[in-house]
């Protein structure tokens, strides 16, 4: 497989898809540490706890009607989950086109206004798993 | 969807696809199929409800027996 570079990232938050509103996105798969290092040892042990899964996303703001603002806004701040997806590259989803999914995700924070005199408008969101399954890869 | 809810048709209107309908495309509450997305997603302007299925116009057919008897004098 060849090297890629990242053009066509489709991000969808609660059914909207804002990919031509997304400037970076990483998702990231991460689980605990858990030290259970005993006596005797000579290194150290590490288990993996409990997984704290979640999808990053940068938004170009944008307040119209049905586009960043007026998704995401309503999303912050509720413990109703929503669904967010994010495919690698436009097309079917398969094992070279993978999508990560969390269908069950809250947003805890979210900037409406952030910027400086002349830049571009954006947001910062980390949409994090609330229970249910977490981070899902998907490859079909 | 609940029973006996009628289903609604959207029109996608804000500026993102929704549901991968594109702005102008139609779709139903069915497709959406959970209430609380559906709410959101009108909340935020990206729908907007066309015309509700499955519900008849008002009919204003009076029925039979409720116009008074000939003659019948009214008491006092």
Same mark, same amino acid.
Request: glycine share 6%.
């Given at each position: 497989m060849a *090297?890629?570079?990242l053009r066509e990232a489709k991000v969808e938050v609660n059914g909207v898809d804002l990919s031509n509103h997304?400037? *970076?996105?990483?998702?990231? *798969?991460?689980?605990?540490?858990?030290?259970?290092?005993?006596?005797?040892a000579k290194s150290k042990e590490?288990?993996?706890?409990?997984?704290?899964?979640?999808?990053?996303?940068?938004?170009y703001q944008d307040h119209a009607e049905g586009s960043v603002n007026r998704t995401l806004s309503p999303l912050q701040g509720?413990?109703?989950p929503f669904k967010i997806k994010v495919t690698h590259?436009?097309?079917?989803i398969s094992k070279t086109n993978p999508a990560w999914e969390i269908e069950e995700c809250i947003l805890p924070e979210f900037t409406p206004l952030d910027g400086q005199v002349g830049s571009a408008e954006t947001t910062d969101c980390s949409f994090k798993p609330a229970g249910g399954e977490g981070l899902k890869e998907l490859t079909s | 969807m609940p029973d006996g809810k009628a289903a609604t048709t959207y029109e996608v209107v804000g500026r993102q696809a929704v549901l991968g309908r594109a702005k102008g495309d139609r779709i139903t509450?069915?497709?959406?199929?959970?209430?609380?997305?559906?709410?959101?997603?009108l909340d935020s302007g990206a729908? *907007?409800?066309?015309?509700?299925?499955?519900?008849?116009?008002?009919?204003?057919?009076?029925?039979?027996?409720?116009k008074p008897e000939a003659g019948a004098t009214p008491k006092e």
């Open positions: *090297k890629s570079i997304v400037q *970076k996105v990483t998702v990231t *798969k991460k689980a605990d540490e858990q030290d259970v290092t005993a006596m005797g590490t288990l993996l706890g409990i997984s704290d899964d979640m999808i990053q996303v940068t938004f509720s413990n109703t590259s436009s097309g079917s | 509450s069915a497709e959406i199929g959970d209430e609380t997305q559906e709410q959101r997603l729908i *907007k409800p066309i015309t509700p299925e499955a519900q008849p116009a008002p009919t204003t057919t009076t029925s039979p027996g409720t």
